[in-house]
């Protein structure tokens, strides 16, 4: 009896995880065994008990209504989702993924060391920071205008210092996208620009946000409102983030814009408050929805976070 009953209740739960799938709700959160766990529809909600079987299932929830295509907000400390959707499809990221090029870039250390710009650095377009070849910079200089400026010539010239060709460094996004557990992810250039075959979804993008939220170096870069950079000939110009969020959000910390026609718009973005913080992923939206998307979302998942003590739905994106 005690087996039918188990079945039973497994049946039923797999009903209800398709109807989400119907609904077209966030999916792929994996659940812990044998407990309670939230499903969402539309604004309203229902904790229905789920019984696991061999295979771990998953489970849906939904925070307010943004317009991204795809998108994941997590808890920032612990990986644990708060809401999302279509979170696991592969598309586009933009320049999202210049956060990879940082970290390998990081990863290697020496930021004194010089780079010199070479003319096959600065044949890219659109977004250029104006670095000429022959000039020389030291990869701190280059990395902070980089994720500040968001700057394709300096991704090229920092991804041939690093590996001496694009492709090996393209390589090394790859091997360290792996490491940080991305599964479904395939980088091909340094910056972000649209090419076949260069694809993330929006939790491989959650994932490297964790590892770049937990950097000092990136923090400390992708908090500034403004920067200054003194170019090689002496002249000092102010560097204004391309992330509108900062200031205009006062819980925002960072982190990095995206967007080419394909991708549409792209954001990883992240917020503390009163000892919580949040890391969202939106790709594929719209200029006048992103900014004011970004901060309702990032809001009620602060919020969701304090009156719960920390604790909202299961599913853990991982370290």
Known sequence: MMRLIQLLMTVTAAGLLANCAELGVAHAIPVAPNSQHMYAQGDSAQIVPVLLPERPMLVATSGPAIRAASY????????????????ETARGVASTQKLVTALVVLDEGNLDKMVHVQASDVAVEPTRLGIRPGESYSRRE??????????NDVANALARDNAGSISAFTAKMNAKARALG????????????????QYSTARDMARVAMAAYRNAVIRDVVRRKYLSFRRADGRVVTLSNTNELLGAMPECNGMKTGYTVASGRCLISSAASGGREVILVQLGTK???IWDDARIMMSW???RLRSSGGVTVAGVLGN
């Open 301 to 303: 998942g602060l919020q």
């Open 72 to 87: 994941l907000l997590l808890d920032a400390r612990t990986g644990q989702h708060l809401a999302g959707r279509s979170f």
């Open 142 to 151: 280059l990395l902070y205008a980089f994720l500040v400026k968001s700057a």
């Open 182 to 197: 991305c599964v479904n992810s395939s980088f091909k250039n340094p910056h972000g620009l649209t090419v076949g075959g």
């Open 287 to 289: 200029t006048k929805y």
